[in-house]
């Protein structure tokens, strides 16, 4: 069994003293060679996915600030626009009526996140701001240390998925957040000297070692998408067990109907890369549709080609490049009027 390192916890009820604690406690990072690539203090949310990392000695902080107090945290409300408190639960977001019936790709998204119980304390802000996974990572510290480590944990160390690659390509793995891009969702942060908003569009990196813009002293405190006026949305994933897993391809597609046509669209895709990515080239050939063959072919193929799954998660590359194809053609099928 694996053990918890020993930490201490700070509980904060709003997100700016949250933020001054971040400030406050430091981000000098420890000793990347040791094995424990830690941050000295870090955000904890649910916890479903850093006590696990933490239990592995992916990251050792020494405080952990956790969000569970914070005021008003787990709200979620509609006036025009939609607001989603960074700690509102993925079982609160799947069942949401009105997410369910006006922003069903997110809806979806939540409810296919792991198990009833992990859904239960894991919230959208973590879902965000999740860290990367890959197979040569995702492992105990014994077995890590017994490789040799790779660069994620040590950047004197080669990637061990692509020995020349310069860059990390561990592999973004959240589901809600293809969802919340075709649904053109930003989200606010605050530090310790104020608050910012950026379109998620905007968030996230090439990098599987530093994935998203977000600096250690930020927190997420909302993520709000725009009014869902004549919006259909859906999301569809690939995974290794329907019981639990993480995605290993994953496609959101949103269109709006203005009459019989497709006035706008947006497709996203995850787990196929370190990025989750928006793919501007699928929605040109929807804009002015009717969703016909043609041109939900042509979306798929040019989800297709920006895919490049690599061979750090359970299924194979091709099979992952594939099922980016498969599920942009499906989810959009799905999306057609009555
Ligand atoms: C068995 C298992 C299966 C899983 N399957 C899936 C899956 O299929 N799909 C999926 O997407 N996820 C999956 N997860 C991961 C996890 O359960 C979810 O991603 C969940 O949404 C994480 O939320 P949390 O609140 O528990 O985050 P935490 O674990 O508390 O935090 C995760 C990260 O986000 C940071 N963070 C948290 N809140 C904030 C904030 N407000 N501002 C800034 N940073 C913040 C933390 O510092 C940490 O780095 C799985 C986990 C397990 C253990
Ligand atoms: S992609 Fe390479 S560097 Fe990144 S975690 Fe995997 S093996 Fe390590």
């Known amino acids: 069994m694996l053990r918890l390192p020993r930490f201490r916890i700070a509980f904060p009820t709003e997100y700016g003293e949250a933020a001054e604690m971040l400030a406050d406690l430091g981000a000098a990072e420890l000793d990347r060679a040791r094995?424990?690539?830690?941050?000295?203090?870090?955000?904890?949310?649910?916890?479903?996915?850093?006590?696990?990392?933490?239990?592995?000695?992916?990251?050792?902080?020494?405080?952990?600030?956790?969000?569970?107090?914070?005021?008003?945290?787990?709200?979620?409300?509609?006036?025009?626009?939609?607001?989603?408190?960074?700690?509102?639960?993925?079982?609160?977001?799947?069942?949401?009526?009105?997410?369910?019936?006006?922003?069903?790709?997110?809806?979806?998204?939540?409810?296919?996140?792991?198990?009833?119980?992990?859904?239960?304390?894991?919230?959208?802000?973590?879902?965000?701001?999740?860290?990367?996974?890959?197979?040569?990572?995702?492992?105990?510290?014994?077995?890590?240390?017994?490789?040799?480590?790779?660069?994620?944990?040590?950047?004197?160390?080669?990637?061990?998925?692509?020995?020349?690659?310069?860059?990390?390509?561990?592999?973004?793995?959240a589901d809600t957040v293809p969802a919340l891009l075709a649904l053109g969702a930003k989200v606010h942060f605050q530090d310790a000297a104020g608050a910012r908003e950026v379109p998620i569009a905007e968030l996230y990196r090439e990098d599987g070692i530093r994935p998203t813009i977000v600096s250690q002293d930020e927190v997420l405190t909302d993520v709000t998408l725009p009014d869902a006026d004549g919006w259909r949305s859906t999301y569809l994933k690939l995974r290794d067990r329907n019981a639990f897993d993480f995605p290993i391809a994953g496609v959101a597609a949103a269109v709006r109907w203005d009459g019989a046509r497709v006035s706008e669209a947006r497709i996203a895709i995850t787990a196929l890369g370190s990025r989750p990515l928006l793919v501007d080239a699928a929605a040109a050939p929807l804009v002015g549709s009717h969703l016909e063959d043609g041109a939900i072919v042509a979306a798929a193929e040019a989800v297709h080609k920006v895919a490049r799954p690599m061979d750090n998660t359970s299924g194979t590359i091709s099979q992952r490049k594939r099922a980016a194809l498969v599920f942009t053609e499906r989810a959009l099928r799905s999306l057609r009027q009555a």
């Not at 077995?143 to 660069?151: L, V």
């Open 35 to 173: 094995g424990t690539p830690s941050l000295r203090v870090m955000l904890v949310a649910g916890g479903t996915d850093l006590f696990p990392n933490m239990k592995r000695r992916q990251f050792t902080p020494e405080v952990l600030v956790s969000l569970a107090r914070v005021r008003g945290s787990s709200r979620i409300e509609s006036n025009g626009h939609l607001l989603i408190a960074a700690g509102a639960t993925l079982t609160a977001l799947s069942r949401n009526p009105l997410i369910r019936e006006r922003y069903t790709a997110l809806a979806q998204a939540a409810e296919l996140i792991s198990t009833p119980q992990l859904r239960n304390m894991g919230t959208i802000g973590g879902n965000v701001c999740l860290d990367t996974r890959c197979n040569w990572y995702d492992q105990s510290l014994f077995w890590r240390s017994a490789e040799g480590f790779c660069m994620k944990t040590n950047p004197d160390v080669v990637c061990r998925v692509a020995t020349s690659s310069p860059r990390c390509l561990a592999v973004a793995s």
